[in-house]
């Protein structure tokens, strides 16, 4: 018969162990037999035992930190808009003594990167959540933290080659991009030979930086099935000089026609836009990601005719709130993988997003 208030105690007599072992099995700590632990569970839920973690944690004097790894950002860019989750989980975690500290890096310097990952591994955080713009770089992170003993989430953008992280929050990026080839040429037929214009942005000197990679891939995969005849002309821009952006822009779409299609694969479009606009050019076939203000305006005048979105707030939120209940209570997300939806909006639904 249950009691109505069970202690540890309780547990330790009625599975045959100590104290100890019983603290051990509800906190994942040190080697305990298989037959041990479902002894103890069993009496766990036969006493319908519940653990105060508060105490617990209290008596212990148990604190933890967890790195937030993420690229500097100005306010109204795409990582503000992420890191505002980060914000609006510090309160969960910190009724549980966990602290956020953030380990902010320049996504145009891949030695900026690997300097704060390991800043963290120093600093013996308990956990980090990494937002990554150089993939490769982070395959080397990711072993030095699995080495060091440190539970990681990677955020936003899946990292091929990775595969001891605790979980993933973010788009499915491979399909974000067969959708968008989707979403871009649904008013073009199979036989069109109208060109895509791709504009990207110009990152690190040596080209490491390349968080688009995967996107990309699907993107040209779909184009490669359905569309072959398709010509994918390649912008390069520089997203810190609007000037010099402007006049790569002005040479390439020089004589650009209204069936031209127009796409990024980052959350950059309102660079685009702010050409289009600019130069008078509305109503062409302009296809970008993520729900900035800059790219709301866009999308309302015109300039930009879908947006695929994300609620990349709600991911990094998630993100710490898992860690958090990782390291409190040893429990694990259901799956790896936490892919979120792959929203369009127009002109005509944004407004309820």
């Known amino acids: 018969m249950k009691r109505s208030k069970s202690t540890i105690s309780d547990v330790a007599e009625a599975a045959g162990v100590t104290i100890g072992t019983v603290d051990r099995v509800l906190h994942e700590r040190g080697e305990v037999s298989e037959k041990t632990k479902e002894k103890v569970l069993r009496a766990v839920r036969e006493l319908g035992y519940k653990a105060n973690v508060y105490a617990s944690m209290l008596a212990r004097n148990e604190s933890h930190r967890i790195a937030v790894i993420m690229p500097m950002y100005s306010a109204g860019e795409f990582w503000d808009l992420t890191h ?3 914000s609006q989980s510090a309160d969960y975690a910190g009724r549980f003594s966990v602290d956020i500290v953030d380990y902010l890096y320049d996504q145009y310097d891949v030695e900026s990167f690997l300097s704060v990952c ?3 591994i120093v600093d013996n955080c308990s956990a980090a959540v990494i937002a990554p713009m150089f993939l490769d770089a982070t395959c080397d992170v990711a072993r030095e933290m699995e080495k060091a003993g440190l539970p990681y989430i990677i955020l936003n953008t899946s990292v091929g080659g990775v595969s001891g992280h605790l979980a993933y929050y973010g788009q499915p990026i491979y399909d974000s991009g067969v959708f968008c080839a ?3 040429m649904s008013g073009s037929s199979p036989e069109s030979l109208d060109d895509v214009y791709m504009v990207r942005i110009e990152r690190d000197t040596k080209g490491l930086s390349d968080p688009s990679k995967e996107r990309r891939r699907g993107f040209m995969d779909y184009l490669s099935v359905r569309f072959p005849g398709t010509r994918v002309r390649d912008v390069v821009i520089n997203p810190k000089d609007p000037a010099e952006a402007h006049a790569a822009m002005d040479v390439a779409f020089e004589g650009i026609g209204k069936s031209a299609n127009i796409v990024t ?4 479009i309102y660079l685009v836009s702010d050409f289009l ?3 008078g050019l509305d109503g062409l076939n302009v296809v970008g990601f993520d729900v900035l203000e800059k790219n709301i305006s866009a ?9 695929i979105a994300q609620h990349s707030d709600r991911e990094a939120m998630a993100s710490v709130i898992t860690l958090t209940d990782y390291l409190v209570f040893g429990k694990r997300p259901r799956c790896q993988d936490n892919f979120s939806s792959i929203d369009l909006l127009s002109r005509y639904n944004y407004r309820f997003y």
């Open 277 to 279: 606009r600019e130069r």
């Open 182 to 184: 989707d979403v871009l």
């Open 299 to 307: 999308l309302r005048d015109g300039y930009v005719k879908y947006l």
């Open 84 to 86: 505002s989750g980060i």
């Open 118 to 120: 390991r800043e963290a």
């Open 265 to 268: 694969l980052n959350s950059r």
